[in-house]
């Protein structure tokens, strides 16, 4: 395993990557996407290649891998797929450990050629030794390597390794956490997998000290033996969150197009995440939800829940929501309840759990004390500060940041986990309070959500991991 | 019935309204909610009523109800709980039809003070003849009438009824579907309903001519036997959806603070709706998404869609949340595919349904054409285009817009129903395209979606509802 460690390690730390393929007369021309990205990670050095020559954006053009004065150790190839496995041969003499091959036109077509060409790239890749991630993929984004195939994706690093089978749903996953504070140690995006899979990128996370938690969205396996022993032995060190594609006959067929792979049945994958600990989810959305979770929420000792918003109704609903998805909403005890009755009027407020502070938000000090009285309490293990559309626009931002650091203030004097819920619609000064709000939370690690249902089942999904793994 | 429609009718067309309680001295007080809303939506006559007379906007303060020179037939009153049952006299002596009660403290707080009160209200009501909205909600907003009670509320009618328990929930919903362009003829927030009820406004909206659909949030319900009867009925006319607050054991007790109603168990409600054909929903964003469907999608003939967009990886979960939302992706058949394969180069296109259009979404006139040729398939019965983020990011604003009106060019020969599904991110370039796809969407009257599980639950519901009225 050390020795495979080292190998794929060095993959993610090239000194030196070639683009061949990439189009020297076309700026607009996809093939154009990794320079892009490469020059505003600022990679050094990188090489270009093309029969035609010429110069990019202030770099030569070689005709020829071969042309390259210096060593090169990572390829990206964008050459047509018939062209791939004369490649891998001008690799191995260049002595390239491993090529990148994103052009599609191979094994997921289901025709024959390019079934072909793939065994063909295959075959070639085994007799040179040189390794092969794709075809059909976007590769690699390790941010700490400067490496990245998509100039908008964040240039820090994270901990979360990230293993996906399609590169669009790599691109959905980053957008989706990316204002919400989630970052990447090493995202491979990996396509038909006809060399390396998703067991060996699994494996080498699995070792990678850079990253804490891994997230996995796959169409098909290759070896299901190998993928279901590398989730049992990596799930032990770190928690997993699988997205399976495919898992209709309908969505099986779209994957037999996409990544030329064999979906397995649902019942199959059902049983194989629950026996081993794997937190399944279904959605991109769910996928992100349940990333911030881990991330940003320290484990609670429990799933018994204080919930604290404006709104007699949201708090029914949210409630409802929490208790389906599998928390605990208990009552809060009368000795609570005439605490806070103390200094807030009891008309207008519930104070059972949910606690309604309708009419008590604008007074600061009694919101930082009612949360203070909550937090005390033994009877819950984490809270949840939830805000509604209404009362947001209504209260304005300044308002609502202010509210935040009062509660915050108070929950860190009981340290007790918690997130906040801003109920999320369409409209632009509404999103300027979300984009507040959330800036707000990152920038001090707490996890927000922007439904009552998507925190609920987020919140589920980790507790029954943290009570799992005991 | 029809009398009792006539009277109600004649509370959403008050020829005056007095709003008695206002504050006189303190702009920021929320009994200045219902002036500031009403003079919003010019709302006249407004009268003003406060013990210490004076005048507040222009208009004199007068220091009993008594003292109004001319009639008045709707006050809304925001006077402490106990004053409630002695302003029911002054309102019969004033000859007032309908009173609204905002203020809380009633039944709701579970204590004897307070359930006392509601019952001394309620039977001042039954005595004089005054009929009661409330108390402890927000009542009526009827933009045709120029009654607000929330000055952001759209100022145009629509067709969607809403009768709904609480005034929190009613701005969620509202606000949750303004930018799509759903709009209401009436809407009632009728908290603890000591007499005017649920029942009540149901039937009445059910003969209203301006109501289409009907949408209700119910924590609890007077008369069970009642409002059965009355669902019954007016789902023989109308389409009402359902989202029933308090259904677990903790959220009936919150409903219980909040409006003192009795929840009913789950089971009851589930059989309840089935049995009824009522279209049940669980959460706000749900019931947002049914009432887009309803408002804006034309009854399919069936539940067979054919699924147009971009990257492999969002085609294989698209397909999946459609297919377990109880929805049918058919594959493309192999005809159609070789006539899309003429103009399209086959590689990276995925032609079985989904239809990948990826390679080809800059050449209009070909995405155009695959559009013109797919909505001709007899195998389907609606079509659905989703977008994803780093696509949209990618082509910018301008093209997406394009797209869309190319796409519904070529639908428009075919006739089908069509929606568009823009997967959400949280960034601000994301919102800008979220919301000018949006404006585009309700310009020409379709269905826009922010997740592929939000579309498919929405479009099941709707086809479950059109299947079972045959």
């Not at 964008?78 to 036109?105: D, M, N, Q, R, W």
């Not at 081993?276 to 996928?287: F, W």
């Not at 005439?338 to 009891?346: A, D, G, H, N, V």
């Not at 202010?402 to 915050?408: A, E, Q």
């Amino acid at each position: 395993m050390r020795s495979e460690y080292a190998t794929l390690d060095s993959f993610f730390h090239p000194n030196s990557i070639a683009l061949v393929g990439v189009t020297v007369t076309n700026p607009e021309h996809w093939t154009r996407t990794f320079l892009n990205a490469l020059l505003e990670f600022k990679f050094n050095p990188l090489y270009l290649v093309n029969p035609k020559g010429g110069e990019v954006q202030g770099l030569k053009v070689y005709t020829k891998l071969a042309d390259i004065p210096s060593n090169v150790d990572y390829i990206i190839s964008t050459v047509p797929a018939k062209a791939a496995p004369g490649l891998i041969e001008e690799c191995a003499a260049k002595g390239v450990k491993v090529a990148h091959f994103c052009t599609s036109g191979f094994a997921e077509t289901g025709e024959d050629d390019g079934i072909r060409l793939e065994a063909e790239l295959k075959e070639a890749a085994r007799r040179s030794g040189v390794r092969i991630i794709g075809p059909n993929c976007m590769g690699i984004y390790c941010p700490k390597s400067s490496i990245s195939w998509n100039t908008a994706f964040p240039k820090e690093s994270g901990t979360i390794g990230y293993i996906s089978q399609s590169g669009g749903n790599t691109i959905s996953l980053i957008n989706a956490v990316k204002l919400r504070g989630v970052r990447f140690s090493k995202v491979i995006s990996y396509g038909n997998a006809c060399d390396l899979n998703e067991s060996d990128f699994l494996e080498y996370l699995a070792v990678d000290p850079e990253t804490k938690i891994i997230a996995i969205y796959v169409e098909g396996v290759k070896d299901g033996v190998r993928f279901r022993r590398a989730l049992e032995k990596v799930v032990q060190a770190k928690p997993i969150i699988l997205l399976k594609g495919g898992v209709t006959e309908a969505g099986a067929r779209t994957t037999a197009g996409h990544t030329g792979s064999l979906a397995g049945s649902e019942a199959t994958w059902d049983a194989l995440c629950r026996q081993l600990r794997v937190i399944r989810v279904h959605s991109i959305e769910e996928l992100a939800n349940t990333l911030v979770t881990l991330q940003f929420m320290p484990k609670p000792k429990g799933r018994r829940v204080a919930l604290i918003g404006a709104g007699g109704g949201s708090s029914v609903l949210i409630t409802d929501q929490f208790e389906k998805a599998g928390l605990k909403v208990p009552p809060l005890p009368e000795e609570l309840r005439q605490k806070i009755r103390e200094f807030t009027p009891s008309a207008g407020n519930i104070l059972r759990n949910p606690i309604d502070y309708s009419q008590t938000a604008t007074e600061l000090n009694k919101l930082t004390e009612t949360t203070a009285i909550v937090s005390q309490w033994d009877g819950i293990d984490f809270l949840i500060v939830f805000f509604s559309s209404g009362f947001a626009l209504q209260r304005g931002i300044k308002c609502m940041l202010d509210m935040i650091d009062g509660i915050l203030e108070a929950v860190r004097i009981n340290i007790k986990p918690i997130a906040f819920i801003f109920n999320l619609d369409i409209s632009l000064e509404h999103i300027e309070t979300a984009l507040a709000l959330t800036q707000k939370c990152v920038s001090v690690g707490i996890p927000i959500y922007y439904s009552f249902a998507d925190a609920a089942h987020a919140l589920n999904l980790a507790s029954n991991y943290y009570e799992n793994r005991g």
